[in-house]
Nanobody
Framework: QVQFVESGGGLVQPGRSLTLSCVGT????????MRWYRQAPGKEREFVAI????????NYADSVKGRFTISRDNAKNTVYLQMKSLKPEDTAVYYC?????????WGQGNQVTVSS
């Protein structure tokens, strides 16, 4: 059974940094691209970042480009989202995601709140 467990969220002041982690089990982690999404209150879930299976290529939403970095450690079955220069509009529940055999699997969600 494919499962993802996230950690690292919390309350942070504007301009500060935070790193999210997501550990996958029940799959050959290194075979799959990994994504981060987020969902703010009253809004639809939106794409944040993607990293290819081997980690050689990444892509980002325009709203986080230059501030967020996605990375992975396939030896640890873990994908990371390093977030810098956080803004109040980054406040959301963050989810990691993989598409395995055309099915989407999600982490449980991790709240990030950016507020002074």
């Amino acid at each position: 059974q494919v499962q993802f467990v996230e950690s690292g969220g919390g309350l942070v002041q504007p301009g500060r940094s935070l790193t999210l982690s997501c550990v996958g089990t029940g799959l050959t982690f290194s075979d799959y691209a990994m994504r981060w999404y987020r969902q703010a209150p009253g809004k639809e879930r939106e794409f944040v970042a993607i990293i290819t299976a081997a980690g050689g290529s990444t892509n980002y939403a325009d709203s986080v480009k230059g501030r967020f970095t996605i990375s992975r450690d396939n030896a640890k079955n873990t994908v990371y989202l390093q977030m810098k220069s956080l803004k109040p509009e980054d406040t959301a529940v963050y989810y990691c995601n993989a598409r395995v055999h055309l099915d989407d699997y999600w982490g449980q969600g991790n709240q990030v709140t950016v507020s002074s």
